[in-house]
């Protein structure tokens, strides 16, 4: 997307770039020893409620043990991309393959809807005719769930929420979280008041939060996959701010996007003044750019207009 921002007019070609080096604050070593942390607890407890489930006869486990195995999947997957990503650039691959987190992002998020659209249609079958559950397992597995989820949620929080793979990650935890205290509270109601469809009712809810969360993933990796500028990033804006700065004669061709989490890059082109300094003057619009904007990698094509350019009104040179 370009945009066009103008002090005073001017044409001319580029002639000097500058580029600014970037750094990714990721740390994507410490996120891959956190995501393996979280694939061992999800996939042993994941057996234990699919065993749970079936002599439970409670959809509410059975489908909170199928969330926490596509848990597992996401964890595994996003631990592929964040391996694939690590590689540094080189080839035809200049920006690297940090992107494939990006790819990841979006298949944890449309598996979180499909997921939870066969959860859900059982869910609905259960409340409309409900079968004998065991509540007291419920309650037990549920509660145990819970205390792993919990555990799982506490090792992905100290990775980067800066990723959008590890988030896609993070909020299959969410769910299978608010999916083992669901099935806990299902549990205590069917014990208590003998209320057996609390069980689909409490799938059913677990599925409108996987909805929302991964809908929300979809769209915020589809945003980076699409070239968007960043969240908390207007380009008018930046372009506006540019215009603004002394010696700065016109700004166009500005494009802002998200190469992957973590690393967004900006471009543009800028007119100087004849005569004036459009190395310095790039120099002094990337510092601006990095401590206003926290832009680390920037492509600055710096032109000096050319006197020919000028008309002669009243005696005077004008643009």
């Known amino acids: 997307m370009a945009h066009d921002h103008h002090a005073h007019g001017a044409h001319d070609h580029g002639h000097d770039h500058g580029h600014g080096g970037h750094s990714h604050a990721i740390d994507r070593d410490a996120d ?31 489908s909170d043990a199928a969330h926490m195995v596509t848990d597992a999947g996401a964890i595994a997957i996003a631990l592929v991309a964040a391996r694939i990503a690590a590689r540094p650039p080189g080839g035809r691959y200049t920006f690297g393959l940090g992107r494939s987190e990006i790819l990841s992002a979006q298949l944890n998020g449309a598996a979180m809807l499909v997921l939870a659209a066969v959860i859900g249609t059982e869910a609905i079958g259960r409340i409309t005719d409900p079968p004998d559950v065991e509540g007291g397992i419920v309650i037990a597995i549920g509660v145990a769930g819970a205390l792993v989820n919990g555990i799982v949620a506490w090792v992905l929080a100290r990775a980067s929420r800066a990723s959008l793979n590890v988030r896609g990650a993070a909020l299959h935890n969410l769910a299978d979280l608010w999916s083992s205290i669901g099935a806990a509270i299902a549990g205590v109601l069917v014990v208590t008041a003998g209320w057996a469809a609390a069980d689909g009712v409490a799938a059913l809810t677990v599925c409108v939060l996987m909805l929302w969360g991964g809908w929300g993933l979809l769209r915020d990796s589809s945003r980076v996959l699409l070239e968007g500028a960043p969240d908390g990033i207007d380009p008018d804006e930046v372009g506006r701010a540019l215009a603004a700065r002394p010696g700065v004669r016109e700004v166009h061709d500005l494009h802002v996007w998200e190469v992957t989490s973590g690393f967004t ?55």
Do not use: K
């Open 265 to 319: 890059a900006l471009a543009a082109h800028v007119r100087v003044a004849p005569g004036d300094d459009c190395h310095a003057l790039r120099r002094e619009l990337q510092a601006f750019l990095r401590d206003r904007y926290g832009l680390e990698h920037t492509t600055l094509q710096v032109d000096h207009e050319h006197r020919d350019e000028l008309v002669q009104i009243d005696g005077l040179p004008r643009h």
């Open 32 to 62: 891959r020893r956190l995501l393996w942390i979280a694939l061992v607890l999800n996939l042993g407890f994941a057996l234990v409620e699919v065993v749970a489930g079936v002599l439970a006869d409670s959809v509410a486990l059975l």
